[in-house]
Structure formats: C-alpha cells, structure tokens
C-alpha cells in the first residue's frame, strides 16, 4: 500500500504465529487450518499458507500442495465428525476474483444432501452456453496457439 505508515497487520498472519485468537483445526508445515468466523456450514474451514501469500499466482507449488492436502484431511474430519457427506472448496485469488481477505484461503464447506446452499442453481443460472468455436478459440489462446 502506501508508504506513510506501517501497513496493519494481516489477519491471517497474525493467527498463523499465535498471536491473534484462531479456532485451530489442523497444521501441516506450509499450511495451517481454522474455523472462518463467518461460516456457510458448521465447520466451514478455511486453509491458508503459512507465508503471506496474496494470490494463487504467487504461492509456490509446494505451498498450494500443502494447502490442498490439509484442506482434504479437514474434509475427512468433517465427515468423521460433523458427519458432512460431501463437501464444496472455494478460492477467491484477486480483487477481481472478489478475494475478502488478502491472504491466500481455501474454504472447505462441509455439506449435506439438501442442506439449502443450493450453489448448482447459483451456478446454473449464470452460466453461459458458448459456441464450440469460442471454446476452441479461447483453448487454442490460453495454449498460445493463436
Ligand atoms: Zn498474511
């Protein structure tokens, strides 16, 4: 940000070193997992890398492995103990990406048949039905065919 003063502290920094509150749930070396105090779902879970990291672009492959496979043990423990059935991740990476917090996180949002969050419907209603050309350009860009 600016330069005239110190920037405040990042929240998730600050429960990684212990020294803001956090509802740990788990930890690896990279990764670290806790309760979002805005859950979805009971046990709605959030996981980020331990290092500042802002955007997905930005953590390194070892990081977004940690991250990943703390997220898939905080999903066993849901089921195994809030007896979710299945589960939806989120990850917001960007301002545009509508990023909350600046600190990388996955949510891991524990879920049940019928449980109302109803995302498919969410997701449905604002998906768009591309021609098969568009999707080949767009392939062949992102692959700098063209
Ligand atoms: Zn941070």
Redesign the pocket.
């Known amino acids: 940000m600016g330069t005239s003063g110190p920037s405040p502290p990042?929240i998730?920094?600050e429960i990684a070193a212990r020294r803001a509150p956090g509802h740990l749930v788990g930890e690896n070396a990279e990764a670290l997992a806790f309760l979002t105090i805005g859950p979805l779902r009971r046990g709605h879970t959030l996981v980020v890398p331990k290092r500042?990291v802002v955007e997905l672009v930005e953590a390194s492959p070892v990081e977004l492995a940690s991250v990943f496979r703390l997220g898939t043990e905080v999903a066993r423990l849901q089921r195994r103990e809030l007896g979710s059935e299945g589960e939806t991740l989120f990850l917001a990476s960007g301002e545009a990406g509508e990023q909350s917090v600046p600190?990388l996180h996955l949510h891991v949002v524990p879920r049940q048949r019928d449980d109302g969050l109803d995302l498919a419907h969410w997701w449905s209603d604002r998906a768009r039905s591309p021609a098969r050309e568009e999707l080949e350009q767009t392939a062949r860009r992102l692959r700098g065919l063209d």
Do not use: A, E
């Open positions: 990042c998730f920094c500042h600190h």
